[in-house]
């Protein structure tokens, strides 16, 4: 549906246009607004369009609830005689103008819904359809809404208003436009999503719904998951998704929502928050068979759940939905793709960050899987797609600007064919408002009005908006958006850190000298010179940021543990310096002596912390927290832990006499992926132990997702550890002028370093691979040409074969904190001819896998033979991995971290001949020894097309490498020809020669 209306441009000369409507003449009334239907929506559309009007004219227009019989009739609402609502189906709105009234009016839809047994959950809809006809006419008088309140409003001044007669219908592609604030939004807020035409109309209810299950105070133990065998996790209420007891209470909890919200259509049945990727031992081994990731099993067994619960909801509530949203799970299950699920089940999936749809990698993975998600699924309703606008969300992460309206739009354009809505969490301050509005406000303007019309001409919007918001600034803000956005879309995390992230510090200066051109574009007292100061304001603070940052105190060595160590409370093996805390406020009363070492174990998994904290009263000593992620530990006497990486923004865990520990993390990355800073769950643990002088410590801390598997000196971390008696009476730390939350300083905290060695004294390469033996470097392999045809299925010593040399593997390589226990005897052959290179493996094995089930899948994981090798001449390299199975994955890597990586397309794939001796799938590991051989033809034509190569070999100089590995092994092992510190390592590769 579309129409048109238009407003008539009156000059002094030409007098009102024939035929128009007249609104405003000479700043006098010559309208007013009329509200018929008493509806509250119409009335506040009325109010919304009685105050533009005058802002804009300074002509008050009257509300009324009957037309008059002098002035013209704006009708809000529907009920004008003779008019009829166009049909929406969702959210729309029409403007009808005539010669003497106007009709605004939309689809309006309101109600809230209300549950309250175990806390009380509520949601709701508010689509307000008169409330968007005002704001799209208001649009049409020039007014914009890029902010909240006045000051984030462009109001033109004109003293007359008349219209020509047309009629203007839309209706939203997406019904569903809310945002929401982690801790809810102030009333301008609140009005400024409704000038952007925002609200919810799916009557769906989102959340951890479950956890009114649970926290009913009649959870069985039979409902909870336990860690292993009798012992629940340490995070309280983790269900068993497949106790039976437990789906039936989910059952008749749905049951008894939709009872009592009639209006409400779709229902989550979100699992608790620290349920994350929990789940029963027992279901751990039903569902993770071999192969499957953790998160894989874990998307299984909620699958088996929404079946069972979605059944029985069926026979009761036949028109009702539940969505399967279970919080991070957005691996498709296998069984997806094997069975149906209940057709009252819908999906949507797991919330993410707004940054997702930067990346190509990580795109592509959403899209991919929303694609095969909703093809499975068909035919379902629709439901909308929740997302995370937190990049600004914390003051201790520095402001940068993180503009993506290009990419946002694609998003949009592809996700129409399968969302009816999105919902975005925004960063609230303390006083509710949207944090970091200056970097913020473009992108929820653009959003928003890419929920209505995906297709809308982008570039346009965006001139108008740098032309109204920074006038004569226009081409400079609009110049460091275009820069800004270029970071943001970089191939690097959405992070700021020195050694990678979108921002580095070379970037900087050109960032803020359009800043600068910018400023002195405008004149100082304007509202255009406030506008680029205010985004110069928002963003001054990562100018320090790389210093702030960046650890400056003194060096802390960490002693080095095995790979499995655990914190048994055992502090004699800190073998490195003991470090005394000092005081913070030396006046302030006398803080009892602290001593700290640290640790970690040789693969760089786990951070160790050991304290002794001497107390003179321990008789006395107590602490009201025993359970985890429970704030009332700030008021216990405790060790706080604080440490950084080059490559991550700051955490904190805190640990108190009764082992009981709160974290949380200030990382962006993290807080992005995992949703909630404070609700960073990396699975720390602790020891603790009392004795009369003092109580021990010792924390274990994972420390995946640091990038480095442990910090050297030029790399060290930054670290601060603090004491704080009960109610913060005394406060110590390693680092004092550092202090703790909330003023915390990481640039003066101390660098925790460790030796980069295992506890054997092996060297630990960069990416925590071990050289387990001298770099004795085989000489160059000379590559035969073959005597005639060859047979790819012969034997190691038949004819085809029998007279090429070979190389052998060496133990060359190990995972830090592992030890080689399975070394199979691996050996490779090389052959060519005018058409093909062929390549042999021979492996005297044992404990052999292959589940990898189709070519370019991760056969790494199986028992793996790989070939990689780089053409002369050429900077790319071709990696050819196959499994014992013959499953074969291969890439064009040009720089493997920077995304210059090629794909082949399986039909490519099945062009290359192979054989295996081995069985396609080996699903259980064979435990016994074996011998197998892999054999394949690689067409030199591909060579020829992707490098460039002469076909004619002979002469040729090439290099190469060859690798044995198995991942998932029982014995997993990795081995190559030519000593390297890892597989992607082209400049270790070894020399072929082509006879």
């Known amino acids: 549906m579309a129409g048109r209306f238009v407003l008539a441009l009156v000059s002094l000369y030409c007098g009102i246009a024939l035929f128009a409507l007249d609104i405003v003449r000479d700043g006098e009334p010559r309208a007013q607004i009329v509200v018929e239907n008493g509806n509250a929506n119409s009335l506040a559309a009325a109010k919304e369009l009685q105050y533009f009007i005058e802002k804009i004219s300074g002509a008050k227009l009257e509300i009324a609830n009957a037309p008059g019989k002098e002035l013209n009739s704006i009708f809000i609402g529907a009920k004008k005689q003779g008019y009829a609502l166009p049909q929406f189906a969702g959210s729309g709105y029409d403007i009808l103008i005539d010669k003497d009234y106007a009709v605004l009016a939309g689809s309006n839809v309101s109600f809230e819904c209300k549950y309250n047994e175990a806390g009380v959950l509520v949601s709701g809809c508010n689509d307000n359809g008169d409330m968007h006809a005002v704001s799209a006419f208001l649009e049409s008088l020039g007014v914009r809404f890029y902010g909240p309140g006045d000051e984030g409003t462009i109001i033109p001044k004109r003293s007359i208003i008349a219209l020509e007669p047309g009629r203007t219908t839309r209706q939203a592609v997406f019904s569903r436009r809310e945002y929401f604030g982690t801790n809810g ?54 269900p068993r998704y497949t106790d039976a007891g437990y789906q039936k209470a989910c059952v008749d909890w749905a049951r008894k929502f939709f009872d009592a919200n009639p209006n409400v259509k779709q229902l989550s049945l979100g699992g608790p928050e620290s349920s994350l990727w929990k789940y029963d031992w027992r279901d751990v081994e039903k569902y993770k068979e071999l192969g499957l990731s953790d998160r894989q099993g874990y998307s299984n067994m909620i699958f088996d759940f929404y079946k069972a619960v979605a059944g029985e909801l069926k026979k009761s509530h036949p028109d009702r939905d539940l969505i399967w949203y279970s919080f991070n799970s957005n691996e498709v299950p296998e069984q997806l793709l094997k069975e149906k699920l209940p057709e009252n089940v819908i999906f949507s999936m797991d919330e993410l960050p707004a940054a997702h749809y930067v990346q190509p990698r990580q795109s592509g993975t959403y899209f991919g899987n929303l694609k095969i998600m909703y093809d499975a699924m068909q035919p379902r309703r629709k439901t909308l797609q929740k997302e995370l606008w937190k990049d600004y969300y914390s003051t201790d992460i520095p402001n940068y600007p993180a503009f993506f309206g290009t990419k946002l739009q694609g998003a949009r354009r592809q996700q129409r064919d399968y969302f009816d809505g999105v919902c975005v969490e925004v960063e609230t301050d303390a006083d509710k408002r949207i944090a970091q509005l200056p970097l913020m406000h473009l992108m929820m303007y653009v959003n928003s009005k890419l929920l209505w019309e995906p297709d809308l001409d982008l570039n346009a919007l965006l001139d108008e908006y740098y032309r109204l918001w920074f006038g004569p600034a226009a081409r400079e803000i609009k110049e460091f958006h275009a820069y800004a956005e270029k970071l943001w879309c970089s191939k690097f995390p959405r992070s700021i850190y020195e050694e990678e992230g979108c921002f580095k510090p070379t970037d900087l200066p050109m960032m803020f000298k359009l800043l600068e051109l910018a400023q002195d574009k405008v004149q100082p007292g304007t509202a255009y010179r406030r506008h680029v100061d205010e985004l110069a304001a928002a963003v001054a603070k990562v100018k320090d940021m790389y210093v702030e940052h960046k650890p400056m105190g003194a060096y802390a060595e960490a002693s080095i543990f095995l790979a499995k160590s655990v914190p048994d409370g055992n502090l004699a093996k800190y073998t490195t310096k003991w470090h005394t805390l000092t005081p913070v406020k030396p006046k302030a009363a006398k803080a009892d002596k602290t001593e700290v070492a640290f640790g970690f174990t040789e693969d760089g998994a786990f951070l160790f912390v050991a304290a002794r904290c001497y107390n003179a009263n321990m008789a006395k000593l107590a602490s009201g927290v025993k359970l985890p992620d429970d704030k009332g530990i700030f008021s216990d006497e405790r060790i706080e832990v604080y440490f950084n990486s080059p490559r991550r923004s700051w955490f904190q865990v805190a640990v108190n006499p009764e082992g009981a520990i709160y974290d949380r993390s200030f990382d962006l990355d993290l807080s992005q992926n995992n949703k909630d800073s404070l609700l960073w769950s990396p699975g720390a643990k602790a020891s603790v132990k009392r004795f009369d002088d003092r109580w021990e410590l010792e924390l274990m801390i994972p420390t995946d997702g640091f990038t480095r598997p442990y910090p050297i000196v030029k790399t060290a971390w930054g670290i601060n550890v603090v004491r704080c008696g009960k109610d913060n009476a005394t406060v110590s730390a390693l680092a004092p002028e550092a202090g703790c939350l909330p003023k915390v300083k990481p640039s003066k905290w101390f660098r925790l370093w460790r030796k980069p060695v295992d506890c054997d004294g092996w060297p630990i390469e960069d990416n925590g691979y071990v050289m387990t033996y001298s770099r004795n470097y085989p000489g160059p392999y000379k590559v035969a040409k073959a005597k005639g045809k060859v047979d790819l299925a012969g034997e190691w010593d038949s004819a085809s074969w029998g007279h090429l040399k070979s190389v052998k593997l060496g133990p060359c390589m190990k995972r830090a904190g592992e030890r080689n226990v399975h070394l199979p005897d691996t050996q490779a052959k090389l052959q060519y001819d005018d058409k093909y290179l062929y390549v042999m493996f021979q492996v005297k094995d044992q404990y052999v896998q292959a589940v990898a089930k189709n070519d370019m899948d991760s056969v790494c994981q199986d028992s793996c033979v790989e070939f990689f090798v780089r053409p002369a001449d050429v900077p790319q390299y071709y990696n050819f991995e196959m499994s014992c199975g013959g499953r074969m994955l291969l890439y064009e890597i040009e720089f493997l971290g920077g995304g210059n990586v090629y794909k082949p397309s399986l039909e490519f794939m099945k062009t290359i001949e192979r054989f295996h001796s081995m069985p396609a799938l080996i699903k259980k590991e064979i435990q016994e020894p074996v011998t197998w051989r892999v054999a394949y033809k690689v067409p030199l034509s591909f060579f020829v097309e992707r490098a460039g190569i002469n076909p004619k070999l002979s002469g040729q100089v090439w290099t190469a490498n060859f690798f044995k590995c198995a991942d998932r092994s029982t014995h997993r092992h990795w081995m190559c020809w030519n000593p390297s510190p890892g597989f992607h390592f082209p400049e270790h590769f070894g020399t072929l020669i082509f006879e």
């Not at 035409?197 to 009649?218: E, F, I, M, N, Q």
């Open 185 to 238: 939004v102030d009333e301008a807020t609140k009005q400024w999503f409704l000038r952007m035409k925002c609200g919810g109309r799916t009557p769906a209810v989102y959340g951890h719904t479950l956890d009114a299950v649970l926290k009913s105070g009649k959870a069985p133990q039979s409902w909870l998951a336990e860690e292993e065998k009798g012992k629940l996790f340490a995070e309280v209420n983790i």
